[in-house]
C-alpha cells in the first residue's frame, strides 16, 4: 500500500470494484461521483475512528483485519497454499507472517510453567 489501496480500471477507464485485485476501501469524488480507491492515511485515520467509537483501546489498522481474516480462514482447516491466493502472497513465508494462531495460548500451556 504505497499510496493507493490497490486500483482496477475497467478498457474504458471507470473504475470496475467487482474485479480481483480492486480496492477494499474506496470512496465517490465528491465533484465526478466517480468511485476510487482511498489513500492508506485516509484507511487508517477511519479504522481509528471506528475502533475507537467500537470502545477498541487496541491500536488497529488494515492489515490487522487481514492477519485476522488469513488466521480465521487457516482455523478453519483453510490450507496455507490457498490463503496465500486468497492474500495474493508471492511467498508462503509472507502468508506465514499473517498467522495469528500461535498467539493464542490456553491456560493448559501456561500451568506446564513448574518452576
Known amino acids: 500500500m504505497a499510496g493507493l489501496i490497490r486500483r482496477s480500471q475497467t478498457g474504458s477507464g471507470r473504475h470496475n470494484f467487482d474485479l480481483p485485485g480492486a480496492p477494499l476501501f474506496r470512496s ?9 480507491a482511498l489513500w492508506q492515511q485516509d484507511v487508517y485515520r477511519m479504522i481509528q475512528r471506528r475502533a475507537a467509537a467500537a470502545g477498541i483501546k487496541t491500536k ?3 492489515h490487522t483485519f487481514r492477519a485476522t481474516g488469513i ?4 482455523k478453519n482447516q483453510g490450507t496455507l497454499e490457498h490463503a496465500q491466493t486468497i492474500a495474493n502472497h508471492a511467498s508462503p513465508r509472507t502468508t506465514k507472517l499473517y498467522d495469528r494462531r500461535s498467539d493464542e495460548i490456553s ?9
Open 28 to 36: 465517490t469524488g465528491r465533484k465526478t461521483g466517480e468511485a476510487r
Open 60 to 62: 488497529i489498522g488494515a
Open 107 to 115: 491456560v493448559a500451556e501456561v500451568e506446564k510453567i513448574a518452576i
Open 71 to 74: 488466521t480465521a480462514y487457516l
